[in-house]
């Protein structure tokens, strides 16, 4: 079975840190670049960050620019983001998902229709 599974996820204080992962299994991610999208309560789902597919190339949004990380083991077949200066505002479900890398600008891996594979999701909550 083809599958993302995402863990990590908690509650944690403001300013406080957490590692996400995103592991896969029926596949090898070495051809895929992963994106990291969020959805909090009543928004809409929005990317967070992208890794290309060996890992050399990433792309943040505005707002986690400075506090997230995106990396890649290709190795373990797993993706992490490591989020730190957590806000409040931070809060939401993450999901990780993948898609085949044809080596475009990583801006253009921001369209969700185009992953062919999502995980269920991980709940990370920013609260005092």
């Known amino acids: 079975q083809l599958q993302l599974v995402e863990s990590g996820g908690g509650l944690v204080q403001p300013g406080g840190s957490l590692r996400l992962s995103c592991a896969a299994s029926?596949?090898?991610?070495?051809?895929?670049?992963i994106g990291w999208f969020r959805q909090a309560p009543g928004k809409e789902r929005e990317g967070v960050s992208f890794?290309?597919?060996?890992?050399?190339?990433?792309n943040y949004a505005d707002s986690v620019k400075g506090r997230f990380t995106i990396s890649k083991d290709n190795a373990k077949n797993t993706v992490y983001l490591h989020l730190s200066s957590l806000k409040p505002e931070d809060t939401a479900v993450y999901y990780c998902?993948?898609?085949?890398?044809?080596?475009?600008?990583?801006?253009?891996?921001?369209?969700?229709?185009?992953?062919?594979?999502w995980g269920q999701g991980t709940q990370v909550t920013v609260s005092s």
């Open positions: 890794i290309s597919s060996g890992g050399g190339s990433t």
């Open positions: 029926g596949f090898t991610l070495d051809v895929y670049a």
């Open positions: 998902a993948a898609r085949v890398d044809y080596g475009l600008d990583l801006t253009t891996y921001e369209r969700e229709y185009e992953y062919d594979y």
